[in-house]
């Protein structure tokens, strides 16, 4: 069982920056890529991007390509979500998730942090 936290969430405002971090408790290896989905309230889960071990990236949302980027230290069991020029609409619950590579499936999850950015 891998367990994930996400943290650095907070309150910013529109133009600010935050980093979250994502810590698994285990090394996933090549087994699993990692993503970083968020949650507006009232909305569906948005696929945000997804990082393999070997620290390729793909599938940046449109709503955040440029602004956002997701980067990963192995060595610490770490992915990271630097998030660049805020605007209120990326305000959401924001989750990590470990993705195997063989099934496609969603298998561990985090609980989520929160990022509020006011106008």
């Known amino acids: 069982q891998v367990q994930l936290v996400e943290s650095g969430g907070g309150l910013v405002q529109a133009g600010d920056s935050l980093r979250l971090s994502c810590a698994a408790s285990?090394?996933?290896?090549?087994?699993?890529?990692m993503a970083w989905f968020r949650q507006a309230p009232g909305k569906e889960r948005e696929f945000v991007g997804l990082?393999?071990?070997?620290?390729?990236?793909?599938g940046y949302a449109d709503s955040v390509k440029g602004r956002f980027t997701i980067s990963k230290d192995n060595d610490h069991n770490t992915m990271y979500l630097q998030m660049n020029s805020l605007k209120p609409e990326d305000t959401a619950v924001y989750y990590c998730?470990?993705?195997?590579?063989?099934?496609?499936?969603?298998?561990?999850w985090g609980q989520g942090t929160q990022v509020t950015v006011s106008s």
């Open positions: 285990e090394p996933t290896f090549s087994r699993y890529a």
């Open positions: 990082i393999y071990w070997s620290g390729d990236v793909i």
């Open positions: 998730a470990a993705r195997s590579v063989a099934t496609g499936w969603y298998d561990y």
